[in-house]
């Protein structure tokens, strides 16, 4: 099956372990060598209607991706990174 990366903007992820929705798909990292998916990442939840920031983004390695269907993908993983951000307070 081919799924380009704006495909995958639309894909829910669910992890296997728990059940448990982490969110849709939001970005891709790609190692520009090799021309390979390295991550998937997905966005933090807007805190406060977004007024103040978001939490910290979901990280999921590729090695983590069990499968990719229509419209869900499914991961298997205890704990996933988060991308700590620097903390911005209204727009600033």
């Known amino acids: 099956m081919n799924c380009r990366i704006a495909d995958m903007r639309h894909k829910e992820v669910i992890n296997t372990k728990d059940g448990t929705r982490i969110g849709y798909v939001c970005d ?41 269907g229509d419209e869900t993908i499914l991961v298997c993983y205890n704990d996933f990174y988060r991308v700590k951000k620097k903390p911005h307070l209204f727009g600033s």
Do not use: C, H, M, P
């Open 28 to 68: 891709v990292e790609i190692d520009t060598v090799t021309a390979r998916v390295l991550s998937l990442v997905i966005y933090g939840r807007l805190r406060f209607f977004g007024l103040l920031g978001r939490e910290d983004d979901i990280i999921i390695k590729w090695q983590d991706i069990e499968v990719i």
